[in-house]
């Protein structure tokens, strides 16, 4: 471990977690696996070309990701010298003049997380961005050294990650051939849609035993597409990320939506998706559609009628980054009106 004389601000969250210090840093990563396809929709990378610091952190992530590094469930990434950020930002942020490099990296951390579902088996808020003097220059590391681990739940090793990841993969690889035999596009959404109310269960991935709830390792994954998509049971989080997962390998544009839900008066934390079809967004709620007979209370809805029910949140962590959501039709697919 390298010597490092420093000062930090760590980013290590949850979602709605608070910054915390790290005394830290890593080695630069020196090798890396075969890199998997990404199939990801970037919608939210699209909306950070106001701010090219935000953009050299998501590509950072990318390249983590496309390296395999992020299988082995801990991080130590030189971003400095990886070009992701430069010695004029870090110097200010270690020196407190100028924090913009801390915003820069949790704008394209919660972007690039929002974009890719697929990616169910680390939990990308653990990572920290850690800065500091070092043999009278600077580094700057994306890193794991405040989590114990990045991963999720039970896959925890790079084998058992290849093999969830082969398994998730076969399983999308047979939704997506169906969908594409229901027909054009919106017979296709409306297939997806279908097929997630069909076979996955709304559920926290616990059973009884000796009287009383408990975990089972479906639990780890129920807020991730793998929950959905393999393990058949999920929140919220994962039917929306299940959804935007098959959306993307059909080439339909797709985005989660993170926000609340109100039921009874009361707020609840909730996501869903907004999808386009013939030039307009609409949104898609599946959680929802399981739990009518139709599976269609939320499906092809214009923001007249979804915002009685749904209200958006554009920060998902204490980074404070706004997400931009797309602008939705204000009325149904197939209502028109001057």
């Known amino acids: 471990m390298k010597s490092l004389t420093k000062s930090v601000v760590t980013v290590f969250a949850v979602i709605f977690a608070t910054l915390t210090l790290t005394v830290s840093i890593g080695m630069n990563i020196t090798s890396a696996s075969a890199a998997s396809e990404d199939h990801a929709y970037e919608y939210f990378h699209s909306r950070l070309s106001y701010d090219a610091r935000a953009e050299k952190f998501y590509s950072a992530f990318k390249a983590i990701a496309e390296s395999g590094e992020l299988k082995k469930g801990k991080l130590e990434y030189d971003v400095l010298s990886g070009g992701f950020t430069d010695v004029a930002d870090v110097s200010k942020y270690v020196d407190g003049t100028d924090n913009k490099i801390i915003k820069a990296f949790g704008a394209g951390r919660d972007a690039f997380i929002m974009d890719h579902p697929d990616l169910f088996y680390v939990d990308l ?21 405040r989590s114990l681990t990045l991963y999720a739940g039970g896959i925890n090793t790079e084998s058992a990650v290849d093999e969830a990841v082969a398994e ?3 399983k999308l690889g047979e939704i997506v051939a169906a969908a594409k035999a229901a027909g054009n596009v919106k017979q296709q959404i409306e297939f997806v849609n279908g097929y997630l109310c069909e076979y996955t269960t709304y559920g ?6 000796d009287g009383r709830n408990v975990d089972t390792p479906a639990a780890a994954y129920i807020n991730t597409a793998y929950g959905s998509i393999v393990n058949g049971e999920a929140i919220c989080g ?3 990320k299940g959804f935007k997962a098959i959306m993307d390998r059909l080439d339909i544009p797709c985005v989660c939506v993170q926000g609340y839900s109100r039921r009874n008066g009361n707020l609840e934390p909730h996501m869903w998706n907004y999808v386009e079809l013939e030039g307009m967004w609409y949104a898609v709620d599946v959680t929802f559609n399981d739990a009518v007979s139709d599976h269609a209370k939320v499906l092809f809805v214009g923001g007249e009628k979804l915002y009685d029910t749904h209200i958006e949140d554009n920060v998902i962590s204490s980074s404070g980054y706004e997400l931009q959501y797309p602008a939705i039709k204000p009325y149904d697919y197939g209502t028109d009106t001057d």
């Open 125 to 145: 808020f653990g990572v920290s961005l850690s800065a500091g003097a070092m043999g009278g220059g600077y580094a700057a590391y994306l890193d794991s050294s």
């Open 204 to 209: 926290f991935g616990t059973e009884v035993k």
């Open 238 to 240: 994962g039917y929306a």
């Open 168 to 170: 998730y993969e076969a």
